[in-house]
């Protein structure tokens, strides 16, 4: 069994820890950011067996509705092989890199067709880590926005992603992976902000592919005459070009399962950019998933203020996406860095001894996680959203002990590893299974 270490390059939300500990302390926080920074996952490329262990809660697995109708998803759902349905996931550093979300999409793909891969997104362009199962390049340089920053200098995509050509005329790649299954394409419609004339399209080997571009107000749809897994674009812009991402179509009913997965995302942030809701209308959601508050939990927290950015995101999605189901999850069980104050002394003579303290670097549980949880519970079910409970599913208090026992999570304790990403994932598509048919 063969194991690449993937480095995924993250820049989670910035914060200080602001309690520090004096030289008489016995314990001390510290900034977390430089190892969830730079989280190592073994990525397996063999596959393997999902095995659920039994301190997960199997029996809970399910999504709970609070008074939420799904019965027009689930006749959408079963119309699936005539219309194809639209399912949008968005979240943070762990629906960015796919692991979980693509055990989803396989699954659900399998039971009602595969759509196309959906929305894909720029971010190794952007300095960041990629899906394995989509490239996105250029053979020119653009300059990109980093999504955490605190301010940006132009338009930030409804993706977390934004990317400005150096020069007027240039071209990108997008294409379908060839380590996953054969997953063609026929339609490309590419989110931008400014002009873009597209005056040509080749598929990898550059030969050239007959296409029809139509333009819209925040995206521009090509369609071509054949199946691809590469296509090339090249296009003319005005110096005002911004993109923030394409999707990739097959032109056939089955699902899509799109992502949106940003490195330290929180509520906040995506509220920051300020449309998401109406970036994913030309997506037509039946169903949204916001799987965020991992990032909450390791800054300040005030119940309070994360339902007021839980209340705006979702408000601003259900305005420009009426017809759209809502599903919260919330974050499992992590652990943070601890250090604690070893009492040292020197000096020969017992008198002359003075006390001085050494730092022993240890782990604990991030408290936090139960009141960013209590926060989106509380909040859907006075509204009305469904919820999945994944805090409560995984195994609730103290599970990340077993989880990290088990190899399910990654050495940072805030990640999981490959197969503990498969196995949530695993868990998700099982219950979004069960709410599709019941």
Not at 158 to 172: D, E, L, R, V
Not at 308 to 329: C, F, M, W, Y
Request: proline residues 4%.
């Amino acid at each position: 069994m063969k194991y690449i270490s993937v480095i995924l390059f993250m820049l989670l939300l910035p914060f200080k820890i602001m309690a520090q500990a004096d030289s008489t302390s016995d314990t001390e926080d510290i900034d977390e950011s430089d190892i969830r920074e730079n989280p190592v996952i073994d990525w397996n490329d063999e596959d393997f067996d999902i095995t659920i262990p039994s301190f997960v809660k199997s029996a809970q697995n399910e999504i709970r509705y609070n008074g939420a109708n799904w019965s027009d998803l689930r006749k959408a759902i079963a119309n699936a092989s005539v219309n194809p349905i639209s399912v949008v996931h968005i979240g943070d550093s762990h629906i960015q890199a796919d692991f979980a979300t693509s055990e989803v999409r396989d699954n659900l793909q399998f039971d009602y067709g595969n759509a196309g891969r959906g929305l894909i997104t720029p971010l190794k362009i952007s300095g960041t880590n990629q899906p394995v199962d989509y490239e996105f390049s250029s053979t020119q340089p653009w300059d990109a926005l980093k999504f955490m920053r605190q301010s940006w200098s132009r338009t930030m995509g409804f993706t977390g992603t934004s990317i400005t050509p150096a020069n007027k005329k240039s071209n990108f790649l997008v294409s379908t992976s060839e380590r996953e299954d054969f997953n063609p394409f026929s339609a490309i419609t590419v989110f931008h902000q400014g002009q873009f004339f597209v005056t040509s399209v080749t598929d990898a080997d550059g030969k050239a592919l007959p296409f029809v571009a139509e333009p819209s107000k925040d995206y521009t749809h090509i369609v071509l005459t054949e199946d691809v897994t590469a296509a090339r674009i090249y296009f003319d812009s005005a110096g005002d070009l911004t993109l923030f991402g394409v999707n990739l179509s097959g032109m056939r009913p089955g699902l899509f399962y799109h992502t949106i997965g940003n490195n330290g995302a929180t509520y906040n942030t995506y509220n920051k950019v300020g449309t998401v809701g109406q970036g994913i209308q030309p997506l037509s959601p039946d169903l949204v998933i916001i799987s965020l508050g991992t990032n909450e939990a390791f800054g300040t927290v005030n119940k309070r203020l994360i339902t007021e950015s839980i209340d705006r995101l979702v408000s601003g999605i259900k305005t420009h996406n009426p017809e759209a189901q809502i599903l919260l999850v919330t974050p499992m069980e992590c652990q943070r860095i601890h250090y604690t104050n070893v009492k040292t002394s020197k000096g020969k003579r017992k008198k002359s001894r003075r006390t001085s303290y050494t730092r022993k670097k240890g782990y604990k549980i991030n408290d936090n996680i139960t009141i960013v949880r209590d926060a989106i519970l509380d909040y859907a079910d006075d509204k009305h959203i469904a919820v999945y409970d994944w805090y409560s599913i995984a195994g609730g208090k103290n599970a990340s002990e077993k989880w990290i026992a088990n190899g399910l999570f990654s050495g940072d304790r805030v990640h999981l590893s490959h197969k503990g990403y498969r196995l949530q994932g695993l868990l998700l598509y099982q219950a979004l299974r069960n709410a599709f048919t019941n």
